[in-house]
């Protein structure tokens, strides 16, 4: 079975482009432990100890939330009293802004190190006593991303919890005051999760380069004789024609190698022994087309394998000529 690949690219006016991340796309999960005091320094000792755990997502390179919930251990001016081991509970929602990729441009790999602002809104419940208050976390992420994809993170984390609701004079009321508020210092590790572009966090594309790329065919398409053009129009023509036979066609979208429910379908009314062989069309660069050939390629046969479809062979052979404008389309021709 062969099908012949093309790939339409979109640009824009930016020279770097971040893709559209899928919505369980740049998740990270990791725990937490550290100790807090006062705010006011008047009883520093004993420190109140915690550790928790965090699951995060990042909506875009600047912008996530994060998800926290500790326990607490000590009761050093925390907010009420309790005869319990663990003094409370604590489930926050915080949201977080990359410092470095606001103020500095994002080229698709984090930066060794980061500082993020984490920030939000946290429900405390104590044990003993069954009461609530409401606390605000206001703290800086200080981030060591490591490994060869950086999906490993480590982080020093100092902030302060300010309880909104703390009692005075037995009547509740929403305050930031350092009577009612514990200084904090955080150590936390984080694994991100590896996303459908194959990596662990955004992928960015330069667009300047493919447009330059696509002048620079263009350019030489324009200097070959009108007769050679017309001899390899009709070649290709004719190589199409000849593959027509027995044709199941798959529509992809631009820039993907994600299957539709629609490709499916198609591929579901397969069946036999199929070569595989992959083409892109020439918009972008040889390396980016012969990438993108093998990665759909690959996705077609092991789907076909899956619904037990005999794949002899598959290949990527990136841009099948210069002249093709046959986009987004996928023949599949049995043998």
Not at 222 to 236: D, L, Q, Y
Not at 244 to 249: C, H, L, N, S, T
Request: proline share 2%; hydrophobic share 40%.
């Amino acid at each position: 079975m062969t099908f012949i690949l093309c790939l339409s690219v979109l640009f824009s006016s930016a020279q770097i482009a971040t893709e559209n991340a899928k919505l369980l796309d740049n998740v990270y999960a990791g725990v937490e432990a550290g100790v807090t005091t006062p705010l006011n320094f008047n009883s520093v000792f004993p420190l109140n100890s915690l550790v928790g755990v965090k699951l995060g997502k990042e909506f875009t390179p600047i912008l996530g939330f994060e998800l926290e919930g500790q326990v607490f251990v000590n009761d050093n001016n925390v907010g009420r009293w309790t005869e319990t081991f663990v003094k409370g509970t604590n489930l926050g929602l915080n949201g977080t802004i990359n410092l470095n990729n606001l103020f500095a441009e994002y080229k698709g790999t984090p930066h060794l190190f980061e500082i993020k602002v984490n920030s939000g809104l946290s429900w405390l419940y104590y044990w003993k006593e069954s009461a609530n208050d409401m606390l605000f976390k206001s703290g800086l992420d200080f981030n060591f991303n490591l490994g060869k994809g950086k999906q490993h993170t480590l982080s020093i984390s100092p902030a302060v919890y300010w309880n909104l609701t703390a009692i005075n004079n037995e009547h509740a009321r929403i305050q930031f005051n350092k009577n009612y508020a514990q200084l904090a210092l955080l150590a936390s590790y984080a694994y991100h999760f590896k996303t459908s572009n194959g990596t662990h966090h955004f992928k960015t594309y330069d667009v300047g380069a493919m447009i330059g790329e696509i002048d620079r065919l263009n350019e030489e398409l324009a200097k070959k004789p009108t007769e050679v053009v017309r001899t390899e129009t009709i070649e290709t023509i004719k190589t199409i024609t000849e593959l027509v036979q027995k044709q199941f066609v798959v529509q992809f979208a631009q820039n993907s190698s994600v299957l539709s429910e629609e490709a499916k379908e198609t591929l579901n009314e397969i069946k036999g022994r199929v070569s595989v062989v992959a083409y892109a069309s020439p918009e972008g660069s040889k390396e980016y087309n012969d990438m993108l050939s093998e990665k759909r390629a690959a996705v077609i046969t092991d789907y076909l394998t899956k619904n037990n479809v005999k794949v002899i062979s598959y290949r990527g052979l990136g841009c099948l000529n210069e002249t093709s404008n046959r986009i987004g389309i996928i023949e599949i021709v049995a043998e």
